[in-house]
Each structure stands twice: as structure tokens, then as C-alpha cells.
């Protein structure tokens, strides 16, 4: 199969007419070529942090609409679910999202419950993540909420965090707020992100120090227009992510629409790019193309490089979108639950006599 296309070259900052060869899902020659196609042809999109819960959506669902935008992949923190149903909750997700094409790329919550002070419907303890990160579909420790567990040293927390070092894989981070010392601490526990940060000191602080800061822009936190002006300096160690997206605003769009914000801020095209479709790949090591000789033929044709309207996405060769029309196709699944509640008895006051109403309001 081949493809033609304005083809844009990240690493080498250059865009030319040319043509992509695809052979069994991969990139096999990139080669300059003359032709009459005013399109574009980037790197497929990655959202670097999601809970694909948020979305109240099962993965298989999630990717019919995200692959209409462009995205191809995202790094996906499954402790929702695994609040309510443990390491089965996480098999699910893995298990569903293997069934389309778009690539999830699951990590260990770290912290289920979020809380000790939590009545959740699992935990997932030291021994529960070494046996996660074991699993080669696990790529890495998801966010390390419980902060001050690590400044302080908490042996349980310790060990969650030595066991995604045993297996090499990265440990992300969650510290809203932290500075000084304590943050010094935090990173050098083996922390390598964070997506909590409010504002451009705060991001600062944390670049210097040797964090990637991921820029979350989605449902419920918007932190693009504080940290966006950083990608001018820092677009190596940065990248987009949308946390929690709600299944009306995914309609909308994606990292898409956060690539067609910063460009129109007047941020150069390639760093934007090395941010939404490189960074994450290179960071979580994730089985996803780059749109170089030799990848998986993971691109998007987009109409221009403004707005970023997306005409095709392709994964592992395939078109799995085409002119905002999905071709993702419906997956059954067997709906997990883990409601437990003992019967409860309705009393409508209005019925009941004035004097034992009085009595019962009284108790």
C-alpha cells in the first residue's frame, strides 16, 4: 500500500512531498516523491495520562471515538476500576482494549484505595503490584498519589515503587503542590512525571529537577493556558494528556485539538508535535510508530496544520478512521460489577400518622 502526502519530518524539522510504503503493517520506505495532494501526514496522537473510566466508556467503545481524531494510543491509568475490582478490573481493561486496534498501554495504580481512609472495593498491595508489573502488558507504575508516603518513607510504598524498578519500568508521578525538598525527595524515590501542576512555577521547579511535565487538558483540571508557554523551552520533556475525559467533550475532539491551541499560540509546529506524538513513545517505551522506515504504520492525514482536522487515521497500516467516521467496530463484553449493599427499606413520611412522624424524626 502506499501513500502520498505533504510528510512531516519531526526529527529533521522538514516537511516534503512524498510517498510512505506499507507492507504488513509496517513502514517499509519513506521516499520523496512528486504528486498533486495537499494533505499532511504526521505521527498518530498520544494522550500520555488517561483513566479511560472517566470516559464512562469500556476501552473497546473509547477507541471508536478517539481514533476520529487522530489518536492512536494513550498511557492509561486503570485505578478506577481496580478501586472497585482489584487486579480483575485491571485484566478487564487490558483484555477489552486488545480487542480494537487503538493501542492502550496500561499501567499498576499504585494507590488502591487512593486513601487509607477509603472504604474501596479492593486493594492492591506490594505483592499485588509485583505481580502487575511481571505482565508485559503492563508498562508502568501509575501514578504515585500518596506523596507524602514516599518523603516519609512508608515501607509498603517503598516496595511498589523498588518493584517497577526490578522490572525497569518508569514510575508516574501525582504531587500536586510540591516544592522544596520535599519534592527533591519525591523524584528522587525514582518518580519521572507529573500531570498535577497548576502553574508555570510549579512546572519550572519540577523541569529543573529532572520531571517530564505532562500538560492536562481535559474534563474537569484545564492547566493548558498556564503551562503551554513552556513547550517553547522545554518540548523535550514535555507532553499532552487529558486525565479524565467525558465521553460529550471526547466527541469534540482530543490531543488534536490541543496541538491546533498551542500552534495558533505561535509555538513552533515541530516542537507541538515532538510533544503530542513523540515524547510519550519515547518516554514508556511503547510499541507505536513514529512515522520512520521501519515502524508500525501508526499516522494520521490531517487537512492542514492548524486545525489538525483529521481525514484518516491509520494503525499498524490499517484504516481504522476516515473523514470523522469511525471503522472501529463494536466488541461484546460481559459487564463486571461489584455493587454489595443490604436491603434497604423506604419509609414515605407523608403516609405515616403526624404523632409517629414526629417520633420517628425525633429519634
Request: with cysteine; glycine share 6%; charged share 25%.
Amino acid at each position: 500500500m502506499t501513500i502520498q502526502g505533504n510528510i512531516v519530518d519531526i526529527p529533521n524539522r522538514r516537511i516534503f512531498k512524498g510517498e510512505l510504503q506499507i507492507t504488513d503493517g509496517k513502514i517499509t520506505a519513506i521516499k520523496e516523491a512528486m504528486h498533486e495532494k495537499e494533505h499532511y501526514i504526521i505521527p498518530g496522537f498520544i494522550d500520555a495520562h488517561i483513566h479511560i473510566e472517566s470516559s464512562m466508556l469500556v476501552p473497546s467503545e473509547f477507541a471508536k471515538i478517539a481514533v476520529t481524531h487522530g489518536t492512536v494510543a494513550t498511557v492509561s491509568d486503570p485505578h478506577e476500576i481496580a478501586n472497585v475490582l482489584g487486579i480483575p478490573g485491571i485484566e478487564f481493561m487490558i483484555q477489552n482494549g486488545k480487542k480494537v486496534p487503538l493501542k492502550f498501554n496500561f499501567g499498576a495504580p499504585s494507590c488502591v484505595p487512593a486513601t487509607s481512609y477509603e472504604n474501596a472495593g479492593a486493594t492492591i498491595d506490594a505483592a499485588g503490584i509485583k505481580r502487575l508489573m511481571a505482565n508485559p502488558d503492563i508498562k508502568y507504575l501509575a501514578e504515585m498519589m500518596n506523596y507524602p508516603g514516599v518523603i516519609h518513607e512508608d515501607e509498603e510504598i517503598l516496595k511498589k515503587i523498588s518493584w517497577a524498578k526490578y522490572f525497569q519500568k518508569p514510575v508516574d508521578g501525582h504531587a500536586p503542590g510540591l516544592k522544596g525538598n520535599d519534592l527533591t525527595k519525591y523524584i528522587a524515590a525514582g518518580i519521572h512525571t507529573d500531570h498535577e501542576c497548576f502553574s508555570s512555577a510549579e512546572a519550572k521547579e519540577k523541569l529543573e529537577k529532572g520531571m517530564k511535565i505532562i500538560i492536562r487538558e481535559g474534563s474537569a483540571a484545564k492547566n493548558f493556558e498556564a503551562l503551554i508557554d513552556l513547550v517553547r523551552t522545554n518540548y523535550e520533556n514535555m507532553m499532552f494528556c487529558s486525565d479524565d475525559k467525558h465521553p460529550d467533550d471526547l466527541l469534540e475532539g482530543h490531543i488534536n485539538k490541543l496541538c491546533a491551541r498551542a500552534v495558533a499560540k505561535g509555538i513552533d509546529l515541530f516542537k507541538v508535535l515532538q510533544v503530542a506524538c513523540i515524547n510519550p513513545i519515547t518516554h514508556y517505551n511503547l510499541d507505536v510508530g513514529m512515522l520512520q522506515v521501519g515502524d508500525a504504520g501508526d499516522f494520521v492525514i490531517v487537512e492542514d496544520l492548524t486545525d489538525f482536522k483529521v481525514i484518516q487515521t491509520y494503525i499498524d497500516g490499517i484504516l481504522v478512521a476516515a473523514n470523522g467516521k469511525t471503522k472501529v467496530t463494536d466488541v461484546p463484553f460481559e459487564i463486571m460489577n461489584n455493587f454489595c449493599t443490604s436491603k434497604k427499606i423506604f419509609l414515605n413520611l407523608n403516609t405515616i400518622l403526624p404523632q409517629k412522624k414526629l417520633e420517628l424524626l425525633q429519634q
